[in-house]
T-cell receptor, first 113, second 114 residues
């Protein structure tokens, strides 16, 4: 979507490597979410940022996953020592307006070989 | 624990007929429900929503029905068009969470045949 830019659009990596996924939302949104869609699965919540509050990390599947949001804008999701089960589409989302429904980026397709 | 379930992975209908996509949930604290549509290589896009104080919401060809006692909602598309072919996700929000975090189902792939 035009309001959220994600990069790269596709990433192929070898098992055991680290990857960094980027989400660049249009400015002014204090809330930002990461989800992922694994093959045949629904959209799985990963992490939620809201302003200066501590992020809700309850959806991160393991300690190999981490995310940060610097300056209240760009967010990066880092996966260390990638495994094949990490292969999925990783989606970033922001509220369309404060308190409104989520607007998703086009996602990063991650393939771990 | 899958709090939002879409038990039909796929659905195929003929153009012009009705498509009915179903969704069940287990958490009675959910008070807002949404449907998203997703095309390949694109992010999900919002389609229609319903608050728990209503049992029906209509927007053009799309209608969402909510049965709170059964913890069930459905999306009706009529008439179905080939361009409606996509993956449909239902989602729910816990009203008191105040985070906007959505819990999604597994998705149903709809194919509308010309």
């Amino acid at each position: 979507g035009a309001g959220v830019s994600q990069s790269p659009s596709n990433k192929v990596t070898e098992k055991g490597k680290d990857v960094e996924l980027r989400c660049d939302p249009i400015s002014g949104h204090t809330a930002l979410y990461w989800y992922r869609q694994s093959l045949g699965q629904g959209l799985e919540f990963l992490i939620y940022f809201q302003g200066n509050s501590a992020p809700d990390k309850s959806g991160l599947p393991s300690d190999r996953f981490s995310a940060e949001r610097t300056g209240g804008s760009v967010s990066t999701l880092t996966i260390q020592r990638t495994q094949q089960e990490d292969s999925a589409v990783y989606l970033c989302a922001i509220p369309q307006a404060p308190g409104e429904k989520l607007f998703f980026g086009s996602g990063t397709q991650l393939s771990v070989l | 624990d899958q709090q939002v379930k879409q038990n039909s992975p796929s659905l195929s209908v003929q153009e012009g007929r009705i498509s009915i996509l179903n969704c069940d949930y287990t958490n009675s604290m959910f008070d807002y429900f949404l449907w998203y549509k997703k095309y390949p290589a694109e992010g999900p896009t919002f389609l229609i929503s319903i608050s728990s104080i209503k049992d029906k919401n209509e927007d053009g060809r799309f209608t969402v029905f909510l049965n709170k006692s059964a913890k069930h909602l459905s999306l009706h598309i009529v008439p179905s068009q080939p361009g409606d072919s996509a993956v449909y996700f239902c989602a729910a929000e816990h009203g008191s969470s105040n985070t906007g975090k959505l819990i999604f189902g597994q998705g149903t792939t709809l194919q509308v045949k010309p």
